[in-house]
Protein backbone atom coordinates (compact mmCIF):
# COMPACT_ATOMS: atom_id res chain seq x y z
CA UNK A 1 0.00 0.00 0.00
CA UNK A 2 1.18 3.87 -0.73
CA UNK A 3 1.97 6.14 2.31
CA UNK A 4 2.71 9.66 2.31
CA UNK A 5 5.63 9.45 4.72
CA UNK A 6 6.71 13.01 6.39
CA UNK A 7 10.49 13.71 6.11
CA UNK A 8 9.74 17.72 6.46
CA UNK A 9 7.88 20.46 5.56
CA UNK A 10 9.54 19.87 2.14
CA UNK A 11 10.57 16.30 1.61
CA UNK A 12 7.51 14.16 2.15
CA UNK A 13 7.85 11.12 -0.16
CA UNK A 14 5.21 8.59 -1.33
CA UNK A 15 6.46 5.19 -0.33
CA UNK A 16 5.36 1.53 -0.78
CA UNK A 17 4.49 0.05 2.56
CA UNK A 18 3.17 -3.41 3.88
CA UNK A 19 -0.42 -3.53 4.87
CA UNK A 20 -0.57 -3.58 8.22
CA UNK A 21 -1.26 -6.95 10.17
CA UNK A 22 -4.16 -6.80 12.55
CA UNK A 23 -4.46 -8.42 15.81
CA UNK A 24 -7.42 -9.43 17.83
CA UNK A 25 -9.95 -6.77 18.49
CA UNK A 26 -8.24 -4.50 15.86
CA UNK A 27 -9.63 -3.27 12.73
CA UNK A 28 -8.44 -2.62 9.35
CA UNK A 29 -9.52 0.19 6.90
CA UNK A 30 -9.33 1.13 3.99
CA UNK A 31 -8.77 5.16 3.91
CA UNK A 32 -11.58 7.08 1.81
CA UNK A 33 -10.77 10.87 3.22
CA UNK A 34 -8.31 12.39 6.27
CA UNK A 35 -8.53 15.79 7.13
CA UNK A 36 -5.27 17.89 6.79
CA UNK A 37 -5.21 19.55 10.21
CA UNK A 38 -3.13 22.39 11.47
CA UNK A 39 -0.96 20.68 13.50
CA UNK A 40 0.55 19.43 10.29
CA UNK A 41 1.21 22.07 9.34
CA UNK A 42 3.80 22.84 12.86
CA UNK A 43 7.04 22.15 12.09
CA UNK A 44 8.34 21.80 15.35
CA UNK A 45 5.84 19.25 16.27
CA UNK A 46 6.19 17.51 13.10
CA UNK A 47 9.87 17.43 12.82
CA UNK A 48 10.76 15.84 16.12
CA UNK A 49 8.20 12.79 15.64
CA UNK A 50 10.08 12.43 11.45
CA UNK A 51 9.84 10.47 9.61
CA UNK A 52 6.25 9.69 9.92
CA UNK A 53 2.92 9.15 8.66
CA UNK A 54 1.04 12.13 9.30
CA UNK A 55 -2.65 12.18 8.76
CA UNK A 56 -5.58 12.12 12.12
CA UNK A 57 -8.64 12.90 11.00
CA UNK A 58 -9.84 9.62 8.95
CA UNK A 59 -12.88 7.83 7.79
CA UNK A 60 -13.11 4.74 5.49
CA UNK A 61 -14.47 1.15 5.58
CA UNK A 62 -13.41 -2.00 7.02
CA UNK A 63 -11.58 -3.98 5.21
CA UNK A 64 -11.02 -6.87 7.90
CA UNK A 65 -11.84 -7.25 11.55
CA UNK A 66 -9.66 -9.07 14.23
CA UNK A 67 -11.28 -11.64 16.56
CA UNK A 68 -13.43 -11.09 18.71
CA UNK A 69 -14.80 -7.77 17.24
CA UNK A 70 -18.63 -7.75 17.36
CA UNK A 71 -19.82 -4.18 16.62
CA UNK A 72 -18.25 -3.36 13.10
CA UNK A 73 -18.54 -5.97 10.29
CA UNK A 74 -16.64 -5.54 6.71
CA UNK A 75 -17.67 -2.98 4.88
CA UNK A 76 -19.33 -0.84 7.29
CA UNK A 77 -18.30 2.98 7.30
CA UNK A 78 -16.51 4.35 9.76
CA UNK A 79 -14.80 7.53 11.57
CA UNK A 80 -11.66 6.88 13.39
CA UNK A 81 -10.64 8.92 16.52
CA UNK A 82 -6.91 8.23 16.79
CA UNK A 83 -6.66 8.86 20.85
CA UNK A 84 -8.45 7.34 23.72
CA UNK A 85 -8.48 8.09 27.58
CA UNK A 86 -8.34 4.81 29.98
CA UNK A 87 -11.09 6.83 31.80
CA UNK A 88 -9.60 5.49 35.07
CA UNK A 89 -6.25 6.81 36.08
CA UNK A 90 -6.02 10.49 37.95
CA UNK A 91 -6.57 13.17 35.50
CA UNK A 92 -9.49 10.75 33.71
CA UNK A 93 -10.88 11.23 36.97
CA UNK A 94 -11.12 14.67 37.14
CA UNK A 95 -12.61 15.28 33.35
CA UNK A 96 -8.97 16.09 31.91
CA UNK A 97 -9.48 13.04 29.55
CA UNK A 98 -6.79 14.53 27.18
CA UNK A 99 -3.73 14.52 29.64
CA UNK A 100 -4.11 11.03 30.61
CA UNK A 101 -0.96 8.59 29.41
CA UNK A 102 -3.38 6.16 27.61
CA UNK A 103 -4.60 8.76 25.62
CA UNK A 104 -1.25 10.09 24.27
CA UNK A 105 0.23 6.39 23.71
CA UNK A 106 -2.96 5.42 21.41
CA UNK A 107 -2.35 6.23 18.20
CA UNK A 108 -3.17 4.64 14.32
CA UNK A 109 -1.03 3.14 12.65
CA UNK A 110 0.95 4.12 10.50
CA UNK A 111 -1.24 7.21 9.85
CA UNK A 112 -4.12 8.84 8.07
CA UNK A 113 -2.41 9.90 4.92
CA UNK A 114 -2.09 6.40 4.02
CA UNK A 115 -4.20 3.83 1.98
CA UNK A 116 -4.60 1.49 4.67
CA UNK A 117 -4.72 1.68 8.82
CA UNK A 118 -4.82 -0.40 11.58
CA UNK A 119 -6.83 0.51 14.50
CA UNK A 120 -5.84 -0.66 17.93
CA UNK A 121 -8.60 -2.65 20.07
CA UNK A 122 -8.98 0.40 22.82
CA UNK A 123 -9.33 2.60 19.94
CA UNK A 124 -11.70 0.26 18.52
CA UNK A 125 -13.53 -0.16 21.69
CA UNK A 126 -14.03 3.36 22.57
CA UNK A 127 -14.04 5.66 19.78
CA UNK A 128 -14.78 4.59 16.31
CA UNK A 129 -18.12 5.60 14.94
CA UNK A 130 -20.30 4.26 12.14
CA UNK A 131 -20.77 7.35 9.64
CA UNK A 132 -24.68 7.77 8.94
CA UNK A 133 -25.21 6.52 5.45
CA UNK A 134 -25.94 10.91 4.76
CA UNK A 135 -23.02 11.65 5.99
CA UNK A 136 -20.15 11.78 3.11
CA UNK A 137 -16.41 10.66 4.21
CA UNK A 138 -15.49 14.46 3.55
CA UNK A 139 -18.05 15.58 6.04
CA UNK A 140 -17.18 12.70 8.65
CA UNK A 141 -12.96 14.01 8.42
CA UNK A 142 -14.57 17.11 10.02
CA UNK A 143 -16.03 15.00 13.66
CA UNK A 144 -12.84 15.42 15.36
CA UNK A 145 -12.05 19.29 14.31
CA UNK A 146 -15.74 19.72 15.65
CA UNK A 147 -15.25 17.37 18.84
CA UNK A 148 -12.12 19.59 19.86
CA UNK A 149 -14.11 23.11 19.36
CA UNK A 150 -17.16 21.35 21.20
CA UNK A 151 -14.29 21.02 24.00
CA UNK A 152 -12.86 24.52 23.71
CA UNK A 153 -16.39 25.86 24.03
CA UNK A 154 -17.30 24.11 26.64
CA UNK A 155 -13.66 24.69 28.61
CA UNK A 156 -14.66 28.68 28.27
CA UNK A 157 -17.62 28.09 30.45
CA UNK A 158 -19.68 30.25 27.49
CA UNK A 159 -23.36 31.33 28.46
CA UNK A 160 -25.96 32.27 26.77
CA UNK A 161 -25.79 36.18 26.01
CA UNK A 162 -22.46 36.70 25.63
CA UNK A 163 -20.35 38.12 23.78
CA UNK A 164 -17.90 36.29 22.28
CA UNK A 165 -14.89 37.11 19.80
CA UNK A 166 -13.21 34.39 17.79
CA UNK A 167 -9.47 35.44 16.82
CA UNK A 168 -8.33 33.84 13.60
CA UNK A 169 -10.75 32.81 10.44
CA UNK A 170 -9.25 29.60 9.56
CA UNK A 171 -11.39 25.95 10.39
CA UNK A 172 -11.63 26.35 13.95
CA UNK A 173 -12.08 29.61 14.21
CA UNK A 174 -15.00 29.10 11.51
CA UNK A 175 -15.91 26.23 13.95
CA UNK A 176 -16.32 27.96 16.91
CA UNK A 177 -18.14 30.86 15.51
CA UNK A 178 -20.58 27.85 14.39
CA UNK A 179 -20.79 26.84 17.87
CA UNK A 180 -20.83 29.78 19.99
CA UNK A 181 -23.83 30.50 18.03
CA UNK A 182 -25.65 27.70 18.97
CA UNK A 183 -24.40 27.68 22.69
CA UNK A 184 -26.46 30.90 22.70
CA UNK A 185 -24.11 33.64 22.57
CA UNK A 186 -25.36 37.48 22.14
CA UNK A 187 -22.92 38.99 19.54
CA UNK A 188 -20.09 36.73 17.72
CA UNK A 189 -17.18 38.46 16.26
CA UNK A 190 -14.75 37.29 13.99
CA UNK A 191 -11.15 39.04 12.95
CA UNK A 192 -8.58 38.03 10.20
CA UNK A 193 -6.52 39.51 7.57
CA UNK A 194 -7.22 37.43 5.03
CA UNK A 195 -10.92 39.02 3.09
CA UNK A 196 -11.69 35.44 1.70
CA UNK A 197 -12.38 34.46 5.39
CA UNK A 198 -13.88 36.96 6.41
CA UNK A 199 -16.44 36.54 4.35
CA UNK A 200 -16.71 32.66 4.93
CA UNK A 201 -17.73 34.29 8.52
CA UNK A 202 -19.70 36.38 7.98
CA UNK A 203 -21.69 33.91 5.83
CA UNK A 204 -21.90 31.18 8.51
CA UNK A 205 -22.99 34.02 11.05
CA UNK A 206 -21.06 36.02 12.61
CA UNK A 207 -22.36 39.49 13.10
CA UNK A 208 -19.09 41.75 13.14
CA UNK A 209 -16.10 40.21 10.60
CA UNK A 210 -13.27 42.56 11.60
CA UNK A 211 -9.99 43.02 9.92
CA UNK A 212 -7.51 41.78 11.96
CA UNK A 213 -5.28 45.46 11.89
CA UNK A 214 -7.93 47.53 12.56
CA UNK A 215 -8.86 48.50 15.96
CA UNK A 216 -10.77 45.22 17.10
CA UNK A 217 -11.75 46.77 20.70
CA UNK A 218 -13.02 50.14 19.46
CA UNK A 219 -15.57 47.81 17.28
CA UNK A 220 -16.07 44.95 20.10
CA UNK A 221 -16.99 48.39 22.05
CA UNK A 222 -19.05 49.82 19.63
CA UNK A 223 -21.03 46.19 19.48
CA UNK A 224 -21.49 45.65 23.05
CA UNK A 225 -22.16 49.01 24.92
CA UNK A 226 -18.76 50.07 25.58
CA UNK A 227 -17.35 46.99 26.58
CA UNK A 228 -14.73 43.99 25.25
CA UNK A 229 -15.61 40.47 25.05
CA UNK A 230 -16.88 37.99 27.90
CA UNK A 231 -15.27 35.35 25.53
CA UNK A 232 -12.31 35.26 23.48
CA UNK A 233 -11.47 32.38 21.26
CA UNK A 234 -7.66 32.17 19.95
CA UNK A 235 -7.68 30.43 17.41
CA UNK A 236 -4.34 30.76 15.82
CA UNK A 237 -1.21 30.09 17.85
CA UNK A 238 0.30 33.61 17.32
CA UNK A 239 1.66 35.41 19.96
CA UNK A 240 0.29 38.79 18.91
CA UNK A 241 -3.32 37.35 18.82
CA UNK A 242 -3.10 35.92 22.38
CA UNK A 243 -1.61 39.49 23.62
CA UNK A 244 -4.69 41.04 21.95
CA UNK A 245 -6.99 38.58 23.11
CA UNK A 246 -5.94 40.29 26.75
CA UNK A 247 -6.76 43.47 25.43
CA UNK A 248 -9.75 42.38 24.20
CA UNK A 249 -11.55 40.38 27.33
CA UNK A 250 -13.90 42.22 29.50
CA UNK A 251 -13.69 42.16 32.80
CA UNK A 252 -14.98 38.83 34.51
CA UNK A 253 -14.47 37.70 30.88
CA UNK A 254 -12.83 33.83 29.74
CA UNK A 255 -9.69 33.68 27.26
CA UNK A 256 -9.03 30.94 25.67
CA UNK A 257 -5.81 29.67 24.03
CA UNK A 258 -7.13 27.03 21.27
CA UNK A 259 -3.74 26.83 19.07
CA UNK A 260 -0.27 26.65 20.78
CA UNK A 261 2.69 28.76 20.02
CA UNK A 262 5.96 27.01 19.56
CA UNK A 263 7.61 25.66 22.95
CA UNK A 264 9.18 28.13 25.11
CA UNK A 265 6.97 30.79 24.00
CA UNK A 266 5.97 33.14 26.82
CA UNK A 267 2.90 35.83 27.44
CA UNK A 268 3.44 38.93 29.76
CA UNK A 269 0.59 38.51 31.83
CA UNK A 270 -0.60 40.99 35.02
CA UNK A 271 -1.63 39.16 38.09
CA UNK A 272 -2.90 41.96 39.53
CA UNK A 273 -5.56 42.37 36.11
CA UNK A 274 -6.00 38.35 36.87
CA UNK A 275 -7.18 38.98 40.45
CA UNK A 276 -9.17 42.30 40.61
CA UNK A 277 -10.96 41.91 37.03
CA UNK A 278 -11.24 38.20 37.68
CA UNK A 279 -10.57 37.63 34.53
CA UNK A 280 -9.45 33.54 33.79
CA UNK A 281 -7.14 32.37 30.96
CA UNK A 282 -7.41 28.88 29.67
CA UNK A 283 -6.27 26.35 27.10
CA UNK A 284 -7.58 23.15 25.66
CA UNK A 285 -6.02 20.10 23.98
CA UNK A 286 -7.99 17.51 21.88
CA UNK A 287 -11.25 15.97 22.40
CA UNK A 288 -12.97 12.54 23.84
CA UNK A 289 -15.51 10.23 22.92
CA UNK A 290 -18.42 12.50 24.59
CA UNK A 291 -17.34 15.46 22.54
CA UNK A 292 -17.17 13.08 19.19
CA UNK A 293 -20.39 11.81 19.50
CA UNK A 294 -22.02 14.89 20.22
CA UNK A 295 -19.70 16.28 17.24
CA UNK A 296 -21.21 13.86 14.70
CA UNK A 297 -24.68 14.33 15.86
CA UNK A 298 -24.52 18.28 14.98
CA UNK A 299 -23.05 17.54 11.92
CA UNK A 300 -25.79 14.87 10.48
CA UNK A 301 -27.94 17.30 11.91
CA UNK A 302 -27.06 20.49 9.83
CA UNK A 303 -26.36 22.31 13.02
CA UNK A 304 -22.78 22.82 12.42
CA UNK A 305 -21.84 23.64 8.31
CA UNK A 306 -18.70 21.60 7.72
CA UNK A 307 -19.61 21.40 3.94
CA UNK A 308 -18.79 25.23 3.11
CA UNK A 309 -15.69 24.62 4.99
CA UNK A 310 -14.19 22.05 2.41
CA UNK A 311 -12.24 24.38 -0.37
CA UNK A 312 -9.45 21.66 -1.67
CA UNK A 313 -8.46 18.15 -2.39
CA UNK A 314 -5.24 16.10 -2.64
CA UNK A 315 -4.51 12.72 -3.64
CA UNK A 316 -1.58 10.73 -1.23
CA UNK A 317 1.07 12.53 -3.99
CA UNK A 318 0.00 15.88 -3.64
CA UNK A 319 0.49 15.78 0.08
CA UNK A 320 3.26 18.06 0.30
CA UNK A 321 1.27 20.52 -1.84
CA UNK A 322 -1.43 20.66 0.42
CA UNK A 323 0.44 21.51 3.21
CA UNK A 324 2.67 24.54 1.25
CA UNK A 325 -1.00 25.82 0.47
CA UNK A 326 -2.63 25.20 4.06
CA UNK A 327 0.82 27.11 5.12
CA UNK A 328 -0.30 30.22 3.23
CA UNK A 329 -3.22 31.02 4.99
CA UNK A 330 -5.15 32.48 2.52
CA UNK A 331 -7.67 31.66 0.09
CA UNK A 332 -7.76 27.82 1.86
CA UNK A 333 -9.68 26.14 4.46
CA UNK A 334 -10.11 22.75 5.10
CA UNK A 335 -8.12 20.34 3.07
CA UNK A 336 -9.23 16.63 2.05
CA UNK A 337 -6.62 13.85 1.69
CA UNK A 338 -8.34 11.15 -0.31
CA UNK A 339 -6.40 8.47 -1.02
Known amino acids: MKVARYYSRHDIRLEEVPVPKIGAGELLVQVKACGLCGSDLMEWYADEKAPTVLGHEPTGVVSDVGAGVEQFGVGDRVFVHHHVPCFTC ?27 IRVPALNVERDVLKLPMDMTFEEGTLIEPVATCVRGIERAGLQKGDTVAVLGAGVSGLILLQLARLWGAGIVAVTDFVPFRLEIAHRLGADAAIHAGEDVLAVLKELNEGRGADVVLVSVGSLKAMEQAML ?38 SCTPQETRLSLKLIQAGRINVRDLITHRFDLSGVGEAINLAAQAQESLKIIITP
Open 90 to 116: HYCSRGYYTLCATFKATHIDPGGFAEV
Open 248 to 285: LVEKGGTVLFFAPTAPGVTLPISPHRLMFEEVTITGTY
